[in-house]
């Protein structure tokens, strides 16, 4: 054992060149404020990347896609003069003029509608005579509807403006998708509106040009201004006005996005046990667990609830979330949890009630937070419930399927980190079989 210091060699390193011990603790402090600072940098402007042409200051993305509509939103320079229009090839070549109107803050919004199912559609928008388009969006499929395997981009933790999110941009615009989601933390360092405009929409400008981005709310998000940039950046369906949680249909697949992040009665109530999200929650997977019409339930949200990450982007997870959500996706039949906040890539394997089942007997949970933050996990531990766990930056592709749910994990140099496929999950309440009965 090591010998302890005596009292008067104590007393005696309470001084270092004069300075009393207040001096000293001050300093270590401000030491580990460095060393904060050191592992959150000030984010720099991504490089390469080339910014929205005078006067626009965002270029138009797709928010809130639909079996009959979509909406372009965008930023331009105070006094513009903003158009847009849209057309549906197939059905008409005439371009159809749409009102421009405030969304949130100094947002533009382009409604574009009505429009098939299914079908592609083509829209513009001009900003003072300088145009931006024409760019290709396809519908969505009725509720219900059966359709080609859906294609989908996962990722997380991404808005750094580095060299690794931009290499994972270009890797993005070598595919083609139905839609994005997004695991939080979208905009580091406190989600500022040029931090949005920057980092983000900037970055995947090409992307979101014609794939719909569906965001879910991280704690970096909303630091500046109480979230206004972030209200101001998105469209979602909200199910309450101001709720930042929601749900959508793509067919057959019901998304659900959790707010895990504001500071909110709404949020606090997840962890609480009660309140209007976990409410809404719990009556929309019982809805779902008995529609025969819903094959696949997808959630995404910043927090995870399984991580064996440590270090310094590891993150004790949050118990009473754990507690709370947990159940919920497990009686449900929620098929695949997603969620980021801790800076690197794993997957679980089925899991109910804490242990590890064969496929198709409970979620599988993958958190996906290498999208381009400036840290990974320092270490990663090992349990039986960890299929696999990487390190590095990355995105998930989804194709989901009749059948299955199939899907990559791209690094940014476009190698496949991992490979998986998810069975469906029929969750505790509409009765499991043999199989997978305890």
Request: proline share 7%; hydrophobic share 40%; glycine share 10%.
């Amino acid at each position: 054992m090591r010998p302890r210091m005596p009292l008067t060699r104590f007393r005696q390193a309470g001084r270092i060149r004069g300075r009393s011990r207040v001096h000293v603790l001050a300093i270590f402090l401000t030491g580990v404020a460095a060393m904060g600072a050191a592992c959150y940098p000030k984010p720099v402007d991504p490089v390469g990347v080339p910014s929205a042409p005078t006067p626009f200051v965002r270029l138009p993305y797709v928010q809130h896609v639909t079996d009959s509509s979509a909406a372009a939103l965008w930023m331009s320079q105070p006094g513009s003069a903003d158009t847009a229009w849209y057309r549906v090839p197939d059905l008409d070549s005439t371009w159809t003029r749409v009102p421009v109107t405030d969304h949130r803050g100094e947002a533009k919004k382009a409604t574009l509608a009505p429009l098939p199912p299914l079908t592609v559609a083509e829209y513009l928008v001009s900003a003072s005579g300088v145009r931006a388009g024409p760019h290709r969006i396809r519908t969505a499929p009725l509720p219900g509807a059966e359709s080609e395997p859906v294609r989908v981009l996962l990722f997380g933790d991404s808005g750094w403006g580095g060299a690794g999110q931009v290499d994972l941009a270009r890797q993005m615009e070598r595919q083609d998708w139905d839609l994005s989601i997004h695991v939080g933390d979208i905009a580091y360092n406190d989600g500022a509106r040029d931090e949005f405009t920057e980092r983000h929409l900037r970055v995947y400008a090409r992307t979101f040009a014609s794939t719909p981005f569906y965001p879910s709310v991280g704690n970096h998000d909303v630091r500046a201004d109480a979230g206004r940039s972030y209200d101001e950046a998105f469209l979602w369906p909200e199910p309450f006005p101001g709720a930042r949680y929601f749900s959508f249909r793509w067919g057959r697949i019901l998304f659900v996005s959790l707010d895990t992040s504001s500071h909110t009665e709404d949020v606090e109530g997840l962890r609480s046990g009660k309140g209007r999200q976990l409410e809404w929650l719990q009556s929309l997977l019982a809805d779902a667990a008995a529609d025969s019409a819903v094959d696949w339930i997808i959630t995404f949200q910043h927090h995870p609830l399984y991580s064996h990450a440590i270090g310094i982007s590891g993150h004790d997870l949050d118990q009473k979330l754990r507690a709370n959500l947990l159940p919920i996706f497990e009686r449900y039949g929620v098929d695949l949890v997603t969620a980021g906040h801790d800076h690197h890539y794993e997957r679980e394997w089925p899991i109910r009630e804490g242990r590890r089942v064969p496929d198709g007997c409970g979620p599988v949970h993958v958190l996906s937070g290498g999208g381009g933050a400036s840290r990974y996990a320092r270490d990663i531990t090992n349990t039986v419930l960890l299929a696999t766990a990487q390190r590095a930056y990355q995105f998930v592709e989804l194709e989901i399927g009749s059948d299955r749910i199939r899907a990559r994990v791209i690094g940014r140099d476009g190698a496949v980190l991992d490979e998986f496929a998810v069975a469906p999950y029929d969750g505790t309440a509409s009765g499991l079989a043999d199989r997978c009965a305890r």
